[in-house]
């Protein structure tokens, strides 16, 4: 078994204008940087972007969204980007914010084949307008859906040619999740090895997730506040 | 006198107790890491997946890969554990993060907060507050006592978007130590040199006031 195509462009193929995509990454931490690029050369539009947050101005998603390619997101915390606010309050740009915790449990249940489940997280709050609710043990519950999509778009440290991946520190952040809600997941990868040469104990997506893989290049890895100690 | 930010984050740091997970959010909150006790060991969670966060790097050490909630650089301290963000959530609404220190705009009388809208104004999203404040067991709030135009913001009712409905437990001003409780706020210490008058005329909803109160011990 080999899934692993040549690029970015090649990993794109079969996409279409009005498609659901996740995106992994927290802020620009371990975001799929050649994909993303790639999505943005495509010129494809009217999508529909599941991912925790929309990038910087002139980079990450900031740069899908300054071409109008996206006309709805799934975020939870989108505070870092001018250019979304902006199309958000002007009405240009449809948003639905969902409680972080929420978000990463839609997906992963999403993933996971888990239609709804019930969180108190967003009880009594705008969040919870128009949703069921429910009392467990005392306490509010509203009921949240699983999130699935037509592509999941992930970012990993390691890959293997089967699919097996591994993540690097924060980096893995949205990406396990999102690697199992994709009816096609595309990795993208910063070192990719024959199947054999990872660890099967320290594999953190099993290759059945992920129908394609490619080695990532010239990777940025912009840091967004770097804060160092005082000396 | 009113406390600075590093005066509110050091007397939350009191609040810390030996084998507390703790996540801190942005801001004053995070300051309170500058203050724990040398004497007692406290792990802190980041939402975006790492228990165990250590210091900021020194200069040119950053790592990309390695950021707190705030999307700041940092370090791990030893025995530290990565993993991704629905296991962290688990951690969270599970009810095993033992405390967790949020700024906010308004808090209420009956442990009620808004902190992450302002409709029209600013909408940034309201990130992993949500899901933390609905589920930890003990939410300290730190914030200023009044707005930037000296407006409350220890009120009977949130005029902003709610974040949490009764779940703040005690909240840490510039002014006061109030504790959220059944009946209401309830004044537990003074600022250094600030009047309980000046603390009660700074509140916008009633204040329990019994016996002396006294000033927080710095």
Redesign the interface.
């Known amino acids: 078994m080999n899934k692993v195509v040549k690029n970015a462009k090649e990993a794109i193929k079969g996409m279409r204008d009005g498609q659901t995509f996740m995106l992994g990454g927290?802020?620009?931490?371990?975001i799929p940087e050649n994909t993303i690029n790639a999505l943005v050369e495509s010129g494809l539009t009217n999508l529909t972007c599941i991912s925790?947050n929309a990038g910087v101005d002139d980079f990450g998603l900031g740069l899908l969204l300054k071409k109008h390619q996206i006309r709805k997101m799934i975020?939870?915390?989108?505070?870092?980007n001018k250019e979304f606010?902006r199309q958000?309050?002007s009405g240009e740009l449809e948003?639905d914010?969902v409680?972080?915790?929420?978000?990463?449990?839609r997906?992963?249940a999403g993933g996971a084949g888990i239609p709804a489940f019930y969180?108190?997280?967003?009880?009594?709050?705008?969040?919870g307008e128009g949703k069921e609710s429910r009392e467990f043990n005392g306490k509010m519950h509203l009921l949240e859906y699983g999130l699935t999509a037509d592509f999941a778009v992930v970012k990993a440290?390691k890959g293997d040619t089967m699919g097996n991946l591994i993540?690097?520190?924060?980096?893995?952040?949205?990406?396990?999740?999102m690697a199992m809600a994709g009816k096609i997941t595309i990795a993208e990868v910063e070192i990719l090895v024959p199947a054999g040469e990872l660890n099967p104990n320290e594999i953190?997506t099993p290759g059945i997730f992920v129908q394609r893989i490619f080695l990532g290049t010239n990777y940025e890895?912009?840091?967004?506040?770097?804060?160092?100690?005082e000396? | 006198m009113s406390l600075d930010k590093n005066g509110i984050a050091k007397r939350i740091a009191q609040e810390l107790k030996d084998g507390y997970y703790v996540n801190l959010g942005i801001g004053i909150p995070t300051l309170v890491a500058n203050f724990v006790p040398e004497n007692i060991e406290v792990i802190l969670q980041s939402e975006n997946g790492l228990l165990g966060i250590g210091p900021f790097p020194e200069k040119g050490k950053a790592d990309p890969d390695l950021i707190n909630a705030g999307k700041q650089t940092v370090t791990t301290i030893p025995g530290s554990a990565f993993f991704d963000s629905s296991l962290s959530f688990a951690m969270i609404r599970g009810g095993h993060i033992d405390l967790t220190v949020l700024g906010a705009f308004e808090v209420t009388d009956k442990g009620d907060i808004s902190s992450w809208k302002i409709p029209g104004k600013m909408v940034k999203g309201m990130g992993g507050a949500m899901d933390l404040v609905a589920a930890a067991k003990n939410i300290i709030v730190a914030t200023t006592h009044t707005d930037r135009h000296g407006k409350p913001k220890l009120k009977t009712k949130c005029d902003l978007p709610l974040t949490g409905i009764r779940c703040v437990k005690k909240i840490v001003s510039d002014l006061a130590v109030i504790d959220v409780t059944d009946k209401g706020f309830k004044l537990m210490e003074r600022a250094p040199g600030v009047s309980v008058e000046e603390i009660l005329e700074k509140t916008g909803a009633p204040v329990i006031v019994e016996g002396d109160i006294p000033e927080m011990n710095l």
Do not use: D, M
């Open positions: 927290f802020g620009l931490c371990g925790n975020s939870s915390y989108v505070g870092e606010e958000l309050l948003v914010l409680p972080q915790g929420t978000l990463a449990e997906i992963r969180v108190p997280a967003g009880y009594g709050t705008e969040v440290w993540y690097r520190e924060t980096a893995n952040n949205f990406n396990q999740a953190h890895k912009r840091i967004e506040f770097e804060t160092v100690r000396s």
